[in-house]
């Protein structure tokens, strides 16, 4: 069976093909790009030949829907949503709710459980950052959401005067003496860059002192960025999502 592979995110929305084990065919799209150009942009990017569509969708029930008509006339096949469970897939969700995760979230944890079957600090960098921890046993300890980089400049120069505005590409992550800037523009980024990485350190750190040991596995849009400040031992996984979801739906067959 081929599986088009879909995580729809806040910002962007990337796809991959499962075919025989392995994820190929990958790519991705922006919601403007959608939104200045119409939702067949997408489908003119997606592959026809699959037998079906599985997707983690936290874009909302609207664009679920108009997904829906036009992939299934797209791919002539049903589309189907991922969904957050309490238990599943060796991961156990610490909410007394679980639908109220986000289920990019929960994929994902899925995903790095999936691979490494040991403790973890899941994070993902995007519009914004989730930290999220499971135990050695799957057990999810609870999470962390923190504004992205990207929502911190913005706030910053919406909320106070005299701060620029900062471009829509934003550098990698400083590190080193190389996060104190010399000027106002570089400081914001910096900053803004630090208090993400403060963030997923002190987590790293208090999982250390209660005894676990987690491995920090990055993804989202801004990962690759942010690698240099986290330094070694952090497992870089762009595709997460994806892996949960061929995971769920390679399981279930």
């Not at 939104?35 to 029930?61: C, W």
């Amino acid at each position: 069976m081929r599986a088009l592979l879909m995580d729809i995110g806040n910002t962007r929305i990337k796809w991959g093909v499962l075919d025989g084990g392995a994820i190929s065919r990958t790519g991705h799209i922006t919601h403007e790009n959608i939104h200045d150009q119409g939702i067949t942009a997408l489908a003119s990017k997606l592959p026809r030949d699959v037998d079906t569509v599985f997707a983690s969708n936290v874009a909302g029930t609207t664009f679920a829907t108009r997904l829906t008509g036009v992939l299934g006339a797209h791919c002539g096949c049903d589309v189907h949503f991922a969904r957050t469970d309490r238990q599943a897939f060796g991961v156990t969700n610490s909410y007394r709710q679980p639908r109220r995760m986000g289920v990019d979230r929960w994929v994902a944890m899925i995903g790095a459980w999936s691979e490494l079957q040991t403790s973890c600090l899941i994070v993902d960098v995007g519009t914004a950052v989730t930290i999220d921890a499971l135990d050695h046993k799957g057990r999810h300890l609870g999470g962390q959401i923190v504004p992205g980089v990207r929502l911190m400049a913005k706030a910053l120069t919406a909320e106070t005067s005299d701060i620029p505005t900062i471009g829509r590409r934003v550098p990698d992550a400083a590190a080193d003496m190389e996060m104190f800037a010399d000027n106002t523009a570089a400081a914001v980024r910096h900053g803004a860059w630090a208090a993400v990485a403060g963030a997923v350190e002190r987590a790293n750190r208090t999982l250390r002192s209660n005894s676990y040991k987690p491995t920090v596995v990055l993804t989202g849009g801004d990962a690759s960025r942010m690698l240099t400040a986290l330094g070694d031992g952090v497992l870089h996984r762009p595709h997460l999502v994806l892996h949960g979801l061929a995971h769920m739906l390679e399981s279930t067959r």
